[in-house]
């Protein structure tokens, strides 16, 4: 049986930093909470996900599908019907993602206050 490699994300060369920049990402992090309950189509998502362009919201998508956090299913419909749900993998992600917007809510008055001490002293 082979060894998997250490995987360090504070190692430059370590391929498991572009998997954190992915999931670092705000859209990301948006669009896998928005997918929590269930499949949604694309116009469900984009206005579920305020502010995210179609565009930003297509290669999010895209970019979640080719990690294997996203599953896309097209139905040969009139007219065409696309839904989008969070793969196995894709729900271990909202957990973690979901205590960081829970944090971000709690927190954003303290930051916000902080923001404003920090621009006074400037």
Not at 61 to 75: C, I, K, N, Q, S
Not at 92 to 108: D, N, S, V
Request: hydrophobic share 40%.
């Amino acid at each position: 049986m082979s060894q998997l490699p250490d995987f360090n994300v504070l190692t430059a060369t370590c391929p498991s930093r572009t998997s954190l920049a992915r999931i670092a990402n705000k859209w990301t992090a948006m669009v896998v909470i928005a997918l929590a309950n269930g499949r949604m189509r694309f116009g469900d998502l984009r206005t579920t996900v305020d502010g995210i362009s179609g565009k930003v919201l297509t290669d999010t998508l895209r970019d979640l599908e080719r990690d294997g956090l996203v599953a896309r299913h097209a139905y040969a419909e009139m007219p065409p019907r696309v839904e989008y749900e969070l793969t196995e993998l894709g729900r271990t992600l909202h957990e973690p993602l979901q205590a960081l917007g829970r944090w971000a809510e709690k927190h954003i008055a303290e930051v916000l206050a902080a923001r404003d001490a920090y621009d006074a002293r400037r």
